[in-house]
């Protein structure tokens, strides 16, 4: 009996077991899930915590960053200051020096002295009070400071060292200057200018001194020595610290940071683990709780909806973005393409009218007011723009500074014009940008449909706008030009020669043509001008007026003046062997020519004697925005022995000084100026101005298109030396330059 009913007991008991296993099962395995997420989480809210605080910290570093190179930057443009100064006035003594420096030294800066050294030994010291030990240092011979102050003289650049122990006393960062006087034929070294740097100062005007970081700041970016750590200890550099660098022309500095305390000080995973045990308990309890779920899926539902409509709302919202602008809440480019494209129209007789506007003076106002100063005149714009706007008009901005207008009428013709000088008249009033009166004005392109184009794709209406546009901002700003067959024409006949302009260079259709200069006084000839002309084989040779602008929109004008140059150069060398008395060759250049990475070391490889070739460089070339690079390469061009010529001198925007600054070799002064002379004493008196500024700073004039020998006689009386027009020969091709040269020494021959 005691056997039969055991297995009754155990069934007993396995029944209940399994019924509350199967009952407790979703309840179990929620909460495993639960413990794992919990897991999961506060791991994650550890590496959230570390990276938020490093963030922080990273914040804070790079701002301290920004401070400390910013005021180490303006201490040395202090510096720089001080030593144009010198550089002006090398002469000046100990108080002339402590004036300036006086002058200089800003109470605000962290400069606590300055020194001047010329020959390498200090000379003069502001101020003087507390820095008389300083006088006489000899930076050749002191061992701790001779290593910066070669360096500074032979690297022509500032160098930043410290901290340094001074003679004087202390310890500072010490910025080095080297000054170099321009004798006008090279730049002599005079000596260096020192600026000492306060570091307590420093650091505390950096906000080093009031940071719960512990920084520490090395002038390598992975130190391993303490000695390489100025400020802070090399520990830091361990502690898996945050990194930012303040860079200097002069220098760079690696700052690292880790907090105080150290890393997970205040990552709060405690709290964290007990409101995610809470929130498991909070998904666990509803499996238990089954007679909520009714109730929770009614709740579902609800959200459902309302997400749905949330989604409604938002795809209206992304739709309205994707077709306006977000800065002036005008309809954008796509908005355009579409209305084109759909060509929506209020009566079906109407006729679609687009305007196409580009605002003149936009980029001066970026320039001079900053972008926000740009964005508060194109808001202004579009202000105005909607203001014309009609009941079935549209304004949009299509992009930059340009502006579409839109518009319908079944008499277009008419009222397009007037449109256009509305948006003329409205857009030349002045914008007020930061209590500043601001004019930017607009050019306008106008196009409009002949009839009716119901249904048919109008994207080729924008590109007649677009061609007017190009067409009234090429005629001047501020103004409106309409749309013409002639236009297309126009644009159609420039892409054609442009593609023919392309194979003229690869097929070698460009020949050189020469027009000697004769000297002054004796008619001889001086030299040659090379002048680029085009054989084209239906068209005939032409003129630069027809293909130079083509050249330069190409971007293909380098490649021009680089193939002139080699045939030049060839004529010179037939010449040569001729026994032609031809002393030099002059070429145009261009500015595209001038900026190209490879130009110096093509020169380099030309063999042609010195003073037989000579660039000419057109005073319409903006030398002001070109100083950069015009620096650096004209003087490299001279060091090979190629000599500068200022062409069409007189005609362009760049100053005399600017001019000068290059020292020409020459100054050709234009045709426009010259003509007149004959019947003119006003322009008499001024090419005679120009001729006596020639010859105060030893530079030869030409005179170019004298058409006449009463020019010819004029001008040798002034003092001109060079002379160069039909008068005297006209462009002619090498051939035909030999020849006029055989008949010239022929009649010479014959007149002696």
């Known amino acids: ?271 964290f683990e007990l409101y995610a045990c809470l929130l498991s308990l909070c998904v666990v309890a509803p499996i238990v709780w089954v007679g909520f779920l009714t109730k929770s899926r009614q709740r579902t539902i609800e959200k459902l909806r309302l997400h749905k409509k949330k989604l409604v709302r938002a795809r209206q919202r992304l739709e309205y973005l994707s077709l306006h602008d977000a800065l002036t809440g005008l309809p954008n480019r796509r908005f355009i393409d579409r209305m084109i494209s759909l060509s929506p129209r209020p009566r079906p007789e109407n006729c679609l009218m687009l305007l196409h506007i580009d605002l003149d003076r936009f980029k001066e106002i970026n320039d001079t007011k900053g972008h926000a100063g740009g964005d508060t005149v194109l808001q202004a714009a579009a202000s105005r723009l909607v203001k014309l706007a009609g009941p079935n008009d549209v304004a949009a901005r299509i992009g930059g500074d340009e502006f579409i207008f839109a518009s319908w009428s079944s008499h277009p013709a008419p009222k397009a014009a007037e449109l256009a000088q509305q948006i003329v008249d409205t857009l030349k009033q002045p914008i007020f940008v930061d209590g500043s009166e601001c004019v930017v004005g607009a050019s306008v392109g106008v196009a409009w449909e002949t009839e009716p184009a119901q249904g048919q794709d109008l994207s080729q209406l924008r590109l007649n706008a677009d061609l007017a546009l190009y067409e009234a901002k090429k005629t001047g700003r501020g103004r409106a030009a309409i749309f013409t067959e002639g236009l297309r024409s126009a644009a159609i006949h420039t892409k054609e020669l442009a593609d023919e302009f392309n194979h003229a260079l690869d097929r070698d259709e460009l020949v050189a043509f020469f027009q000697p200069q004769f000297h002054a006084d004796t008619l001889d000839i001086a030299g040659v001008e090379t002048l680029a002309r085009w054989d084209h084989p239906q068209k005939g040779l032409l003129a630069p007026d027809n293909f130079l602008t083509v050249a330069e929109n190409l971007g293909r004008s380098g490649d021009m003046d680089r193939l002139i140059l080699q045939k030049a150069l060839f004529e010179l060398t037939r010449w040569d062997s001729l026994g032609m008395r031809i002393p030099r060759v002059s070429v145009n250049i261009s500015t595209r020519r001038l900026a190209q990475a490879n130009l110096l070391a093509e020169l380099s490889e030309l063999n042609v004697a010195k003073g037989r070739l000579c660039f000419e460089l057109l005073e319409t070339i903006s030398f002001d925005d070109l100083q950069p690079v015009l620096n650096e390469v004209i003087p490299a061009v001279k060091e090979l022995g190629i000599e500068i010529e200022i062409d069409d001198f007189g005609t362009g925007h760049a100053s005399i000084v600017s001019l000068l600054r290059f020292e020409p070799r020459r100054l050709k002064i234009d045709r426009e100026i010259i003509n007149p002379i004959v019947t003119s004493p006003s322009q008499r008196r001024l090419v005679s101005s120009i001729i006596e500024i020639g010859r105060s700073q030893n530079i030869d004039i030409v005179a170019e298109g004298v058409e006449t020998m009463e020019h010819a006689t004029i001008l040798k009386e002034l003092g001109c030396h060079l002379l160069q027009g039909y008068a005297l020969a006209r462009p002619m091709s090498s051939k035909q330059l030999i020849e006029f040269c055989r008949t010239k020494h022929k009649d010479l021959k014959m007149a002696g």
């Open 1 to 271: 009996m005691k056997f039969r009913r055991k297995p009754k007991i155990l069934r007993g008991f396995a029944s209940p077991a399994a019924s509350y296993i199967s009952a407790f099962a979703p309840a179990m395995f929620a909460a495993t899930i639960a413990v794992v997420v919990v897991h999961v989480a506060t791991n994650w809210r550890l590496e959230r915590s570390l990276a938020d605080e490093r963030s922080v910290a990273a914040g804070e570093l790079a701002t301290i960053s920004a401070r400390l190179q910013t005021n180490l930057n303006s201490n040395v443009k202090l510096l720089q200051g001080l030593s144009a100064g010198i550089a002006v006035n090398p002469a000046m003594d100990q108080s002339d020096f402590s004036k300036l420096a006086a002058e200089i030294l800003q109470p605000d800066s962290q400069l606590r002295s300055f020194a001047a050294a010329p020959g390498m030994v200090v000379k003069w010291v502001y101020p003087e009070k507390g820095n008389e030990k300083a006088i006489g240092l000899d930076y050749r011979t002191n061992e701790k400071q001779r290593n910066s102050a070669m360096l500074a003289r032979n690297s022509h650049n500032i160098v930043l060292t410290g901290p340094v122990d001074l003679v004087q006393g202390g310890t500072a960062f010490v910025a080095r200057c080297p000054v170099y006087i321009n004798d006008r034929t090279s730049q002599i070294f005079w000596g260096l200018v020192s600026g000492v740097i306060d570091i307590p100062r420093l650091y505390q005007d950096s906000g080093l001194g009031s940071t719960d970081l512990e920084i520490a700041i090395s002038d390598v970016p992975e130190p391993r020595l303490a000695k390489q750590v100025f400020l802070g200890h090399l520990e830091t550099f361990s502690k898996n610290p945050v990194v930012a660098s303040a860079d200097m022309t002069y220098g760079r500095w690696t700052l690292v940071a880790v907090p105080k305390g150290g890393w997970g000080q205040n990552n709060d995973v405690a709290t």
